[in-house]
């Protein structure tokens, strides 16, 4: 087995095209874990037991359970109930969760080092909660999240491979195909890699200059 | 808890101080920290809090801001900010309540407590912008004219942590004020400042007690502040108040052993 340029050349369009898809279902599920995220992260600070409580045990559960049966899950549990899903959208519900658990404990840890002075003076000028969370808190939470939430993009990122198992056509799917019809793994399999090591590596300098970016802008440098 | 229907749903109009703590208790847990208080404070008045720590002097002013209480109730201005009407009954606040009735009241704190991310002027504008829907206009100007009061006025852009601590604290004095307070609570405001920089903060205070009426509590360390500018002082010791009278009095000539031993305590670590 021998290396061929001219294969990998040819093969090269349809790859880049799923790479396209690969970017598109890691954005769409990082934008998706990033709202739902905050609502989870939220919920848990509600005066209301047990609504802390339930969302306290949903991001338990799916913390602890693997995002590939949770994929698996949605797209072929959910038909037996009546909820038909394309691939993409049970792929992007999936993944979107999953990592929206994560991220609510980013917010959370985020949230709970603004100083107790900051509620504080909140009250003191009778701020609603929605405009102390909005307006005071979060703003102060997140440069601390900044560099947890990075790592997240980068880790949902490199999980949509995990989508190609109900057929979602990014980089790992693509490369599957082709390596079945043509006989050829070592290419289309090295280019995922490649692809993958080439956005991956510069993303913690990137994370750290937003961070950065992010604290200068509110003034807290 | 206390039967509530002994309190008045209002306060009548010749008997209306500013402030009245009626029979207010406090509790953590199975910890007394205020024990059945009773505090009037007049409109205009200077009140100045001290004792030691753990006296219950600055759950005083907390309580009329930030906690709630396990019995009695406190007025301001007439009305219950711990209650609420509800047919002719009073029963305990909502937290919607709360904060309207709340608006009447402002507070100063020890770490000042700007908001890390405006600038100082942002800091004065968002009570008056969010809470009482001003312009931003309008709460410019009036921010504006606060941060001039407090000597802040060419710092207004700034972030806070391009000031020093007593440049905070005035700041966040403006920002009390903002909202109107009929009255403003002052929490040891000058104890995390630099000896150099508390002269520039006790100016605005002073400034604020003879020139502007304001209803003032304050709790502080500083004696000589107090007995400079305090109407009245209030001795706290183990959640009640032990003595209170003028400055002249409750410093020149305390009645109690105890007002004693702590002035004499102060006095040696001054």
């Excluded at chain 1, 300098?205 to 992010?214: D, K, N, P, Q, S």
């Excluded at chain 2, 759950?59 to 709630?68: A, C, G, I, N, S």
């Amino acid at each position: 087995m021998e290396w061929r340029w001219d294969f990998t050349w040819e093969i090269m369009p349809k790859m880049l095209a799923a790479t396209g898809n690969t970017l598109i279902a890691a954005g769409l599920g990082y934008a998706i874990a990033i709202v739902v995220g905050l609502m989870l992260a939220l919920a848990q600070r509600t005066p209301y037991r047990p609504v802390t409580l339930m969302v306290r045990e949903f991001v338990e559960f799916i913390r602890s359970t693997p995002l590939v049966l949770q994929i698996f899950f949605v797209y072929y549990v959910g038909p037996q109930f009546g909820i038909n899903l394309s691939p993409w959208v049970a792929g992007m519900i999936a993944i979107g969760l999953h990592y929206s658990a994560y991220l609510s404990e980013v917010y959370r840890g985020g949230i709970e080092s603004v100083p107790a002075g900051q509620w504080e003076a909140c009250r003191s000028i009778s701020l609603s909660t929605r405009d102390t969370y909005f307006r005071i808190i979060i703003p102060q939470a997140l440069p601390p999240s900044v560099a947890g939430m990075g790592n997240y993009l980068v880790g949902i990122f490199k999980d949509t491979p995990m989508l190609s198992v109900i057929g979602v056509a990014e980089l790992m799917h693509a490369a599957n195909a082709i390596g079945g019809q043509h006989y050829r793994y070592l290419e289309p399999y090295t280019i995922v890699g490649v692809v993958f090591l080439l956005i991956s590596l510069p993303s913690a300098g990137l994370i750290r200059a937003f961070e950065t970016w992010v604290r200068r802008k509110l003034g807290m440098t | 808890m206390d039967n509530l229907s002994t309190f008045p749903l209002e306060l009548p109009a010749d008997d209306k101080p500013m402030v009245r703590f009626q029979n207010v208790t406090k509790r953590y847990g199975a910890l007394t920290v205020l024990d059945n208080l009773n505090l009037d404070v007049a409109e205009g008045e200077m009140v100045t809090i001290i004792g030691p720590s753990g006296s219950g002097k600055t759950t005083v002013l907390r309580m009329l801001m930030l906690e709630q209480i396990q019995g009695g109730v406190i007025y301001v201005d007439g009305r219950p900010i711990t209650h609420m009407n509800k047919g002719g009954k009073l029963i305990p606040a909502s937290e919607k309540y709360i904060r309207v009735a709340r608006e009447d009241v402002g507070m100063c704190f020890q770490h000042f407590n700007l908001f890390p991310h405006m600038t100082a002027i942002q800091n004065c504008m968002e009570g008056p912008v969010q809470v009482l829907g001003m312009s931003k206009k309008d709460a410019r100007e009036r921010s504006e004219e606060l941060l001039e009061l407090v000597g802040m006025i060419d710092k207004k852009d700034q972030h806070p942590s391009r000031l020093s601590g007593g440049q905070q604290q005035r700041v966040a004095i403006a920002r009390a004020l903002a909202m109107r307070p009929k009255v403003l609570l002052l929490d040891e405001v000058t104890s995390a400042l630099d000896p150099e920089v508390i002269g520039e903060v006790t100016e605005v205070i002073k400034n604020l007690v003879t020139a502007h009426n304001l209803t003032i509590m304050m709790v502080t360390h500083q004696m000589g502040f107090a007995r400079e500018i305090s109407d009245r002082v209030c001795f706290f010791y183990g959640g009640r108040i032990e003595e209170q009278g003028s400055p002249a009095e409750l410093f020149g000539n305390p009645r109690k052993e105890r007002t004693q031993q702590f002035l004499s305590a102060v006095k040696s670590a001054d």
